[in-house]
Structures are given as C-alpha cells and as structure tokens.
C-alpha cells in the first residue's frame, strides 16, 4: 500500500495551495485510520501539520490554526489540505501519514511546498 501525495508548488506569501493524498490500494481499512500531514523544514525536525481521527476530529498544529483546514474523503481514499495565508516559515516538505495503533504507520513520498516572500 502505498501514500500518494501530491498537490505542493511555488506560491507567493499569502497564497494558498491545496495538497491531496490518495491511497488507492487501501481497501475499507482506510476509513479506520488516522491520517495526517506533516512537514519538514530545511535543517528542523518533521512536524505534525495536522491530522484527522476516524471519527473525524482534527488536530492541528498551533502555528496552522485558522489557516490550514485537514479533511478526508474515504470513498476516494482521500484526504486534504488546504492551506490559506501562507508564510514562508510553512515552507518545507510535506508529508501524509497513515497510522492505527501499530499495525498500520504509512508515510508518502511527500511534496515540496516553497513559500516565496
């Protein structure tokens, strides 16, 4: 199984971007799981952006709130980020993330997002 992310790009500061992440070898299961982005800036650590619970309860990262909105669609496998009022500190590689206790922990291949100041 495997995490398709895509959706990243070049965006002025203020600008906006959406990022998809598909697993459409996932069957039913993916519903169960809780799916997440998270980013990594040149020379920092990886971080949680935000993630979204099977029941569809959010988290997000302080630094996002009011400006990033995570959402799942688990007919398509789905999920989404949609990014408002970007900075050039949410610069980074964005990554999404699949878990369920420890039998599932997935990552995707990620997808870089540059904020241009």
């Known amino acids: 199984v495997q995490l398709q992310a895509s959706g990243g790009g070049l965006v002025p500061a203020g600008g906006s971007l959406r990022l998809s992440c598909e697993a459409p070898?996932?069957?039913?299961?993916?519903?169960?799981?809780?799916m997440g982005w998270y980013r990594q800036a040149p020379g920092k650590q990886r971080e949680l952006v935000a993630n979204?619970?099977?029941?569809?309860?959010?988290r997000y990262a302080d630094s996002v709130k009011g400006r990033f909105t995570i959402s799942r669609v688990n007919a398509k496998r789905t999920i989404y980020l949609q990014m408002n009022s970007l900075n050039t500190e949410d610069t980074g590689v964005y990554y999404c993330?699949?878990?369920?206790?420890?039998?599932?922990?997935?990552w995707g291949q990620g997808t870089q997002v540059t904020v241009s100041s």
């Open positions: 070898g996932m069957d039913f299961s993916f519903s169960m799981n809780r």
């Open positions: 993330n699949a878990a369920r206790g420890t039998i599932v922990d997935l």
């Open positions: 979204i619970a099977s029941n569809g309860q959010t």
